[in-house]
């Protein structure tokens, strides 16, 4: 099993520009996440899945979408970069929520100049 | 306001010697607390979680504790070893909803010869 893989690896954007990154989990998990990770921040929410499409906003969504249109695949956009989206972006997955483990991907770094 | 503190920021120590890192959190209504170790480039991969009723769990060379008392956790690493070398992140489950995760910072963890 892969597990949870994360595409692309790295990315540099421009303001203004949009891209789509793309988390794929092999488990049959239900519950899928949208994390970004900033320098001596803990990782924070961005958006989830309970299941194939449904969303939920978690805690900080402005300037993001999201898609779960397979039960396997969960899609984070950015219709617009902001300098502010530079982050470093981890998408997981767990069987259902409450005290389950949540299995991390290896993270997307993303540049936005 | 959920908040997870851990400490110390940084930690340097000798191949063979033992140490501990510190979390205190304040997450109600609490459901449980979870270590993850983080290796640089890569997501965090978990170590322990532990409910209320839990006080010690461990994971190989890894001891996690717990008092719900005081709200404070602490990972004790036992004869460690080069590959400790990582970030190990405090994260406590507030209960309800999806699985509500608030991620400490972490501490940086360096391994030395």
């Known amino acids: 099993n892969a597990g949870v893989t994360q595409t692309p690896k790295f990315r540099v954007l421009k303001t203004g520009q949009s891209m789509t990154l793309l988390c794929a989990q092999d488990m049959n998990h239900e519950y899928m996440y949208w994390y970004r990770q900033d320098p001596g921040m803990g990782l924070r929410l961005i958006h989830y899945s309970v299941g194939e499409g449904t969303t939920a906003k978690g805690e900080v969504p402005d300037g993001y979408n999201v898609s779960r249109l397979k039960k396997q695949n969960f899609l984070l956009g950015l219709e617009s970069a902001a300098p502010s989206q530079t982050s470093v972006y981890f998408c997981?997955?767990?069987?259902?929520?409450?005290?389950?483990?949540?299995?991390f991907g290896p993270g997307t770094r993303l540049t936005v100049l | 306001k959920n908040q997870v503190e851990q400490s110390p920021q940084s930690l340097i120590i000798l191949e063979g010697k033992n140490c501990t890192l510190q979390?205190?959190?304040?997450?109600?209504?609490?459901?449980?607390l979870r270590w993850y170790k983080q290796d640089t480039g890569r997501g965090p991969v978990s170590l322990t979680i532990?409910?209320?009723?839990?006080n010690t769990k461990s994971n190989g060379r890894y001891t996690a504790t717990l008092d719900a008392d005081t709200k404070q956790s602490s990972l004790h690493i036992t004869a460690s070893q080069l590959s400790d070398s990582a970030s190990y992140i405090c994260v406590v489950s507030a209960s309800g909803g999806y699985n509500k995760l608030i991620f400490g910072a972490g501490t940086r963890l360096a391994v030395h010869p």
């Open positions: 532990m409910t209320f009723s839990e």
């Open positions: 997981a997955s767990s069987y259902v929520g409450g005290r389950d483990t949540q299995y």
């Open positions: 979390c205190n959190y304040t997450v109600s209504p609490f459901s449980n």
